[in-house]
């Protein structure tokens, strides 16, 4: 398996064809996976917002208050509003937002970005990744997946994960199968689209000198059953279960 940055794209501009853009700089074979930053995504479909969109509400007011309390550092309400709007669950308040966004994605500040905007301004996530990967799918003709970097629990720090998909299951399915000692694998469920979105992070790069986009070649999927099941739901999510009856206390 191949990974290679896609070299030269401009700085997106809402409107631009994402599409084109891609095409115009590298060549897509049948056997590729495109995976693109939610980031470049937004942009193309203008999901930059200014904080004077999300004036807040009581409960925004009274979220900034706690966890500038809680930080030291002031916050700014407006901010709070737009996660509360771009969520469907705030799991969380304290000592972070911890939310699902509208299309099932569990992150936290429901994915919002300041990093690459201007001044007062947010980056919201695109508002359905897999119809975004869908489009860019029949336009380059290779499966898509859209995403995005947060963290992990138990873990240290980020790495990449999917958020939408189209042209490839999410995952692929090993039960049935026999490990090495001949035992019937009973729950080895393998998240092929995370697996290749944290690979491609990780030759994208971060910061001023990463790359948003990145072709995988060569990746074979198997003879394994696969299927589009990808964001856990919430009757076997028993993590977030204990959450929804959990409190912070830094005490």
């Not at 009274?62 to 500038?68: K, M």
Request: aromatic share 6%; glycine share 10%; with cysteine.
């Amino acid at each position: 398996m191949r990974l290679t940055p896609v070299p030269g794209l401009p700085e997106i501009r809402p409107g631009d064809d994402l599409a084109s853009l891609v095409a115009e700089r590298v060549d897509l074979s049948s056997d590729s996976i495109l995976c693109l930053a939610s980031t470049v995504v937004s942009k193309a479909e203008g999901r930059i917002a200014s904080l004077d969109e999300f004036p807040a509400g009581p409960r925004a007011r009274e979220i900034a208050a706690r966890l500038g309390e809680l930080t030291d550092e002031e916050k700014d309400p407006r901010f709070a509003q737009a996660v509360l709007e771009e969520s469907t669950e705030l799991i969380t308040e304290a000592p972070f937002l911890l939310t699902e966004t509208r299309f099932g994605h569990v992150c936290v500040n429901a994915g919002i970005d300041r990093s690459n905007t201007g001044d007062g301004e947010i980056l919201l996530l695109p508002e359905r990744p897999s119809e975004s990967a869908a489009r860019l799918s029949e336009a380059l003709s290779v499966p898509v997946i859209v995403t995005d970097t947060c963290g992990r629990p138990f873990r240290h720090g980020q790495r990449g994960v999917a958020i939408g998909w189209a042209g490839t299951p999410a995952s692929r399915d090993w039960r049935g199968e026999n490990d090495r000692d001949g035992r019937e694998l009973g729950v080895t469920v393998e998240n092929v689209i995370d697996e290749l979105a944290a690979a491609a992070n990780l030759v994208a790069g971060e910061g001023a000198g990463g790359v948003p986009a990145v072709v995988v070649e060569d990746f074979e999927f198997g003879e394994m059953d696969g299927s589009d099941e990808h964001f856990r739901e919430i009757e076997s999510d028993y993590v977030r279960q204990a959450l929804r009856g959990w409190s912070y206390d830094r005490a």
